[in-house]
């Protein structure tokens, strides 16, 4: 089978695993390291598409479960596909579903055949099969889609992570096997590495992925409870063992300081919630920290949110105004905090970008502390 995406590295870092690539997609070029907004329900939230555009977002995530349960795959579908419905032209990351088996743990039954649950709208009984999680995704015609796999929290005992580790490959392969009958011709599918924090788990579901064989590899099961030393330590361990030559994506992580500290180890796709529900919850991110708007101190702050930030909000808009708005209520609060934190986030990715290029990225990993 011949892959829409291609994915080429441009620059590699001498001093860490960081690397700077291109992701070549049906629905456009991604640059790497990359940053991918959350769109869960086919919107990121507060934010219009051509917002994220002039932003800098190369690609956004949705979710495959939460677009099956409402408005149904059907309806996308009837409606051209998921960026026309979405009104995006650019690339789409579809997320399985495989986060929510984890996440909705009350409302699920998960078996070697795949996992029964209950829709969190209505109640409705439901069943998603690896197959099923490859049909929602061709349907939704997301540029990457992902396999179907189980999330397991943190702690876990060794015997409970193996045995999700194994299911998790199993499935991968079942996704692996009905992807390729499906013949794709604008799709590619990531395979998710699962193990929890036991070393050896994630080495044995590293070499399962490889044999099965994927166009990118994706990290899953850390940002789930785990100290911060260990989710590192993990990701140092899984990287380099992928293949050199395809994208790897570090799911549901971090912060900033986490982004830089995970490229060094040599990640080159991200997605988290962070910067848009803090936004909603009045919590800013800026150079020298963050800062929570709803502060008194706030009150009469004639500066921007960051001095440094080119960003539209930064550029017009005073503190003392953004906490009137938040403390308001206002709609405006959530779109110009969105604004302000995905700028300060994809940012943070063309600054890491550009550091590598010019082969000071150490100066970077040293200016901001990253581990």
């Given at each position: 089978?011949t892959?829409?995406?291609?994915f080429?590295i441009l620059?590699r870092?001498?001093?860490s695993?960081?690397?700077?690539g291109?992701l070549?997609?049906a629905?456009?070029?991604?640059?790497?390291?990359?940053?991918?907004?959350?769109?869960?329900?086919g919107?990121?939230?507060?934010?219009?598409?051509?917002?994220?555009?002039?932003?800098g977002?190369?690609?956004?995530?949705?979710?495959?479960y939460?677009l099956f349960i409402r408005?149904g795959?059907?309806?996308?579908?009837?409606l051209?596909?998921?960026h026309?419905?979405?009104?995006?032209?650019?690339?789409?990351?579809?997320?399985?579903?495989?986060?929510?088996?984890y996440?909705l743990s009350?409302?699920?039954?998960?078996d070697?055949?795949?996992?029964?649950?209950?829709?969190?709208?209505?109640?409705?009984?439901?069943?998603?099969?690896?197959?099923g999680a490859?049909?929602?995704q061709h349907?939704?015609?997301s540029d990457?889609a992902?396999?179907?796999d189980?999330?397991?929290?943190?702690?876990s005992?060794?015997?409970?992570?193996?045995?999700s580790?194994?299911?998790?490959?199993?499935?991968a392969?079942?996704c692996?096997?009905?992807?390729?009958?499906l013949h794709?011709?604008r799709q590619a599918?990531f395979?998710?590495?699962?193990g929890?924090?036991y070393p050896?788990?994630r080495?044995?579901?590293?070499?399962?992925?490889k044999e099965?064989g994927?166009e990118?590899?994706?990290?899953?099961?850390?940002?789930?409870g785990e100290?911060?030393?260990?989710m590192?330590?993990t990701v140092?361990?899984?990287?380099?063992?992928?293949?050199?030559?395809?994208?790897r994506?570090?799911?549901g992580?971090?912060?900033?300081?986490d982004?830089?500290?995970?490229?060094?180890?040599?990640?080159?796709?991200?997605?988290?919630?962070?910067?848009t529900r803090?936004?909603?919850?009045?919590?800013?991110?800026?150079?020298?920290?963050?800062?929570?708007?709803?502060h008194s101190r706030?009150?009469?702050?004639?500066?921007?949110?960051d001095?440094?930030c080119?960003?539209?909000v930064?550029?017009?808009?005073?503190?003392?105004y953004?906490r009137h708005?938040?403390?308001?209520r206002?709609?405006?609060s959530?779109?110009?905090?969105?604004?302000?934190?995905?700028?300060f986030?994809?940012?943070?990715?063309?600054?890491?970008?550009?550091f590598?290029?010019?082969e000071?990225?150490?100066e970077l990993?040293?200016?901001?502390?990253?581990?």
């Open positions: 089978m892959s829409p995406l291609r080429e620059k870092d001498a001093g695993g960081a690397r700077v291109r070549y997609t629905h456009g070029i991604v640059e790497t390291p990359a940053f991918m907004p959350v769109g869960t329900l919107t990121v939230k507060a934010m219009t598409p051509w917002e994220l555009t002039s932003l977002a190369g690609m956004i995530l949705a979710n495959a939460h408005p795959v059907e309806v996308v579908g009837r051209g596909g998921l026309q419905f979405m009104g995006w032209s650019g690339p789409i990351l579809t997320d399985s579903g495989g986060y929510q088996v996440s009350r409302l699920r039954k998960v070697e055949d795949g996992v029964e649950f209950r829709s969190h709208l209505d109640g409705r009984r439901l069943f998603l099969s690896p197959e490859i049909d929602i349907d939704l015609a990457v992902m396999v179907l189980d999330c397991i929290g943190n702690p005992s060794f015997d409970a992570a193996r045995a580790m194994i299911r998790s490959m199993n499935w392969q079942r692996r096997n009905r992807f390729l009958a794709p011709s599918l395979g998710i590495v699962q929890a924090v050896e788990l080495m044995e579901s590293v070499q399962r992925l099965i994927f990118g590899y994706a990290i899953g099961g850390l940002g789930v100290p911060v030393t260990q590192y330590e140092s361990q899984v990287a380099p063992e992928l293949p050199s030559s395809k994208p994506y570090l799911m992580v971090g912060t900033p300081a982004l830089i500290a995970c490229v060094a180890r040599g990640v080159d796709m991200f997605d988290c919630v962070m910067p803090h936004a909603r919850n009045g919590w800013l991110f800026t150079a020298e920290g963050h800062i929570v708007i709803r706030y009150k009469e702050d004639p500066g921007p949110i001095a440094n080119s960003c539209p930064c550029a017009r808009f005073s503190r003392a953004l708005l938040f403390i308001s206002e709609i405006l959530g779109i110009l905090n969105t604004i302000h934190n995905l700028s986030y994809l940012d943070t990715m063309r600054k890491i970008r550009h590598i290029e010019s000071r990225f150490s990993l040293t200016a901001e502390g990253a581990q």
